[in-house]
Structures are given as structure tokens and as C-alpha cells.
């Protein structure tokens, strides 16, 4: 059981393009997902807190308008980058929170973007 | 600001030894905390969680809890290669708040 999917695992796009990036909870429902980004040989990042059927809250520093978030059902939350750039490249990874009520998070398998 | 403080390593240990995995927290009012490996490239798993104090086992993972002292651990007995990876501790809970608080992690090489 808590399995996350995301897709897609891999993408390359060029710049000034958006990327959607979709996470989905396979076999429970999570009114909670979180949004990471991992650079190479660095700490993940908590960049948002994605509630379902709400506002998402961005961290301090992660611009709401550039990384787009939507969590429009129990099951699915959708990360988009608005207008890639080369220093958006980096290792995203979703995660939702089990609903068993002591915060247990099962990540997704992680979305490699590259911008060309 | 609620900080999670590991020792990055690498932490080097033999096949078959013991591996001790260190965490220290500072928010005294966190409630959940995790253990989860990362293997390179890939994404973070979640392989103990614990929430009282004292020792939780899970085949050859213990994690250790002592929220006096702030401080969890993980110990993996009989280390395999395939154990070679980073171990991420995250704490939660603090107030209600479900949103995660992670350490950098420490890389544990376990050599044959």
C-alpha cells in the first residue's frame, strides 16, 4: 500500500516552454501533498504544501506564479514550471501524506527535468 | 526555526557490521518522526517511523527515540552493500503542523 506515481519520470523541454508534472496517490486518498526540488548532491527543498480543494502554500522564496500548483481531487496534484529556464533543471519529487494521522510521507519515484 | 541536525559522512562500515545513524532535533514539540533511505538519483523511501520514546524494530532497522534528549537514531544490523545509500531523518508534528522538517542526511557506504 502508499504508493505515489508521478509522470512523467523524465522530461526535457526548451526554455520559455511549461512543464506539467503530474502526482498521483494510488491506493489511498491525500487531502495533503507536498512539492520537493533536489538539486545533484543537495538536501531536498520543501517547495509547497499542496491541500486538496485549496490554495496551495509556497515556501518562503518559491514564486507561486512560476511553479503552479493544483491539487483538484483527493488523489491527484499537479505541479506545472511556467516558462522553463536552464536553472530550473533540477530533480522534482512529490509526496503525500498517509492517512493513517501521524504524518507518514510516501514519495513519488521523482520527475527529471531538464531545460534546454 | 525548527532545525534537524545529522552528521553528512560518509559513515563507512563493513558488510555485516552495525551501522548507528544519528538525528538531533530542535523542536521539542515534535511528535512524529522518520527514517527514510535515498538512493542515489533516485527518491527518498520510508523505512521506520516513530512516535514514543524507547526502541522500535523493524527486521535489521531499530530506530531509537529519546525526546528528552532530542534525539533519534537508527541502527541497521547485519549492513549489506545494498544498504549504501542516504538516510534522510524528518520530524513532524510539532503544534498539529504535518509539514516535514528534514536533515540533510548522512551517507552511509557499507564496503564488503
Known amino acids: 500500500g502508499a504508493v505515489v506515481s508521478q509522470h512523467p519520470s523524465r522530461v526535457i523541454c526548451k526554455s520559455g516552454t511549461s512543464v506539467k508534472i503530474e502526482c498521483r496517490s494510488l491506493d489511498f486518498q491525500a487531502t495533503t501533498m507536498f512539492w520537493y526540488r533536489q538539486f545533484p548532491k543537495q538536501s531536498l527543498m520543501l517547495m509547497a504544501t499542496s491541500n486538496e480543494g485549496s490554495k496551495a502554500t509556497y515556501e518562503q522564496g518559491v514564486e507561486k506564479d512560476k511553479f503552479l500548483i493544483n491539487h483538484a481531487s483527493l488523489t491527484l496534484s499537479t505541479l506545472t514550471v511556467t516558462s522553463a529556464h536552464p536553472e530550473d533543471s533540477s530533480f522534482y519529487i512529490c509526496s503525500a501524506v498517509g492517512a493513517g494521522g501521524r504524518y507518514e510521507q510516501y514519495f513519488g519515484p521523482g520527475t527529471r527535468l531538464t531545460v534546454t | 526555526q525548527k532545525e534537524v541536525e545529522q552528521n553528512s559522512g560518509p559513515l563507512s562500515v563493513p558488510e555485516g557490521a552495525i551501522a548507528s545513524l544519528n538525528c538531533t532535533y530542535s523542536d521539542r514539540g515534535s511528535q512524529s518522526f522518520f527514517w527514510y533511505r535515498q538512493y542515489s538519483g533516485k527518491s527518498p523511501e520510508l523505512i521506520m517511523s516513530i512516535y514514543s520514546n524507547g526502541d522500535k524494530e523493524d527486521g535489521r532497522f531499530t530506530a531509537q527515540l529519546n525526546k528528552a534528549s532530542q534525539y533519534v537514531s537508527l541502527l541497521i544490523r547485519d549492513s549489506q552493500p545494498s544498504d549504501s545509500a542516504t538516510y534522510l531523518c524528518?520530524?513532524?508534528?510539532?503544534?498539529?503542523?504535518?509539514?516535514?522538517?528534514f536533515g540533510r542526511g548522512t551517507s552511509l557506504i557499507v564496503h564488503p
Open positions: 524528518a520530524v513532524t508534528g510539532s503544534g498539529g503542523s504535518y509539514i516535514p522538517t
